[in-house]
C-alpha cells in the first residue's frame, strides 16, 4: 500500500534556529508532495507545492526564503523551517499523490514543531 | 476567504446512533477527501471523491461539485470513530482543509 513517512515526529528548537523535516513516499511514485501546517487552534494550511519537473509553488504568507523545499526525486522531500520562531509551531504535514495513479492523496503522520 | 465551511465543529454521539458532517465550498472545487486524524496524531484517509457517493462499512460520502457540498454519514458509531474528521477540497493541485469536526462517541 501506499504510506508515507516523515521525521522527525517532534522537534524542539530554539527561536532563531532552523529545523528540518523530512518526507518519504513508499509504494508510489510521489510525482508531487504538498507541505502543510496545522497551527495551534487552526486547520491545516498549505505551505507549497512541489511537482516534478515544475517550479515549487509558495502560497501567500509562505516563501522559500523562509521555507526551503527539496524534491530531488519521486520518493523524497524535505522542508526548513528557517529562523523559527514562536508563530511557526505547529505539525507540518506532508501529502503526496502520485498523478499517474489515485488522485487520492496520502499523509504523513507529521513533524511536531515547539519553539522555545 | 475561506473556501471550505466545515460543520459541525463539535458533535457528540451516543454508540449506535448516527449523523452527518458538512462541508460547503464557496467555489466548484474538483474533488474532495474526507480524513479522520487519530489519536496518534495521523491523519487516516476515509474517501475520496471526485463525484457521486461511495460507501466503506459504516461511513458513506457524497460530493455535489456543482451544488457546492460534500457530506459524510455515520451509522452505528463505535467509540473508535472518536476522533476530529476533516473535509480537503481539491482546487488547482492543492487541498484546502475544512475546520474539522471534533467527534466524541459516548457508551
Known amino acids: 500500500g501506499a504510506l508515507v513517512y516523515q521525521y522527525p515526529r517532534r522537534t524542539i528548537c530554539k527561536s532563531g534556529t532552523s529545523m528540518r523535516m523530512e518526507c518519504q513516499a513508499v509504494g508510489f511514485q ?5 507541505w502543510y501546517r496545522q ?13 516534478v519537473n515544475s517550479a515549487i509553488k509558495y502560497e501567500q504568507n509562505f516563501t522559500q526564503e523562509k521555507f526551503p523545499i527539496s524534491h530531488p526525486n519521486l520518493s523524497f522531500s524535505s522542508m526548513t523551517v528557517l529562523n523559527a520562531y514562536l508563530e511557526d509551531r505547529g505539525l507540518y504535514l506532508c ?8 488522485d487520492t492523496q496520502y499523509f504523513g503522520p507529521g513533524t511536531r514543531l515547539l519553539v522555545l | 476567504g475561506d473556501q471550505v465551511e466545515q460543520s459541525p465543529s463539535a458533535l457528540s454521539l451516543h454508540e449506535g446512533t448516527g449523523s452527518a458532517l458538512r462541508c460547503n465550498f464557496t467555489t466548484t472545487m474538483r474533488a474532495v477527501q474526507w480524513f479522520r486524524k487519530n489519536s496518534r496524531g495521523s491523519l487516516i484517509n476515509l474517501f475520496y471523491l471526485a463525484s457521486g457517493t461511495k460507501e466503506n462499512g459504516r ?6 461539485s456543482k ?5 459524510l454519514h455515520i451509522r452505528d458509531a463505535q467509540l473508535e470513530d472518536s476522533g476530529t474528521y476533516f473535509c480537503a477540497a481539491e482546487v488547482g493541485g492543492k487541498l484546502i482543509f ?8 459516548k457508551p
Open chain 1, 30 to 34: 510521489a510525482t508531487s508532495v504538498a
Open chain 1, 95 to 102: 501529502g503526496a499523490r502520485d498523478w499517474g495513479g489515485q
Open chain 2, 67 to 71: 451544488e457546492r457540498y460534500s457530506t
Open chain 2, 98 to 105: 475544512g475546520q474539522g469536526t471534533k467527534l466524541s462517541i
Open chain 1, 39 to 51: 497551527s495551534p487552534q487552526k486547520t491545516f494550511e498549505l505551505i507549497a507545492l512541489s511537482t
Open chain 2, 59 to 64: 461511513l458513506k460520502s457524497a460530493f455535489d
